[in-house]
């Protein structure tokens, strides 16, 4: 199958995540191409399109959802999965089941989120400008991390290759 994975991240850990999935899908045998969701030209050619983005403030950032409702449009079968820190503890975990994604679902219900893959991000502090490291330190505080102010790189690959490798499964 031909693959489309576009991603929207914004310092970097969803990309990592879209190029993992993509190895694991082309080591099962299909045809992929990973490429940013701003990015991404005619969907025409692809079979299945996996769109993947990061949570800013509970909502999936702006070009994962610009990207799922033109593969909506275009009538493609899909998969999401979601970068986040709520994904990096139980707590989280929760939010997620219970407020995320049914709000995620009812803005894009056709997408396919019960088979969402669900990885944990990374707290850039490096990265960030004055009013982001404060939202990150808050978000840090409340999960009760001990060092809120350092970064931090709860990325799981592994997950990812397992959910890829149970996707290019069904996908073959
Ligand atoms: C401004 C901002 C808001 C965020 N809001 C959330 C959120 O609501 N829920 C969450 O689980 N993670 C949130 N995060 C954490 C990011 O999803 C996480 O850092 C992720 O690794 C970013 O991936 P990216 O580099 O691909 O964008 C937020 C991060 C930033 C910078």
Redesign the pocket.
């Known amino acids: 199958m031909k693959v489309l994975i576009g991603?929207?991240?914004?310092?970097?850990?969803?990309?990592?995540?879209a190029e993992i999935v993509g190895e694991e899908l082309r080591g099962a045998g299909h045809e992929v191409d990973v490429v940013d969701a701003r990015e991404a030209g005619e969907l025409e050619g692809y079979d299945h399109v996996i769109i993947g983005?990061?949570?800013?403030?509970?909502?999936w950032?702006g070009h994962a959802r610009k990207l799922a409702k033109r593969a909506l449009k275009a009538g493609k079968a899909n998969s999401v999965f979601?970068?986040?820190?709520?994904?990096?503890s139980d707590e989280?975990r929760r939010?997620?089941d219970e407020q995320?994604l049914p709000k995620l679902r009812s803005k894009l219900p056709e997408l396919a989120w019960d088979q969402a893959g669900l990885f944990?991000?990374?707290?850039?502090m490096d990265q960030?400008g004055f009013p982001?490291r404060g939202?990150?330190r808050k978000?840090a505080e409340k999960a009760g991390d001990e060092n809120p102010e350092e970064p931090k790189d709860?990325?799981d690959f592994e997950l990812a290759r397992r959910w890829a490798r149970e996707l290019a499964g069904k996908l073959a």
């Open positions: 991603y929207a991240s914004g310092y970097g850990s969803t990309k990592s995540y983005g990061s949570l800013r403030a509970g909502n950032l979601i970068c986040c820190m709520a994904a990096t989280g939010q997620l995320t944990p991000g990374m707290r850039n960030y982001i939202i990150m978000m709860y990325r």
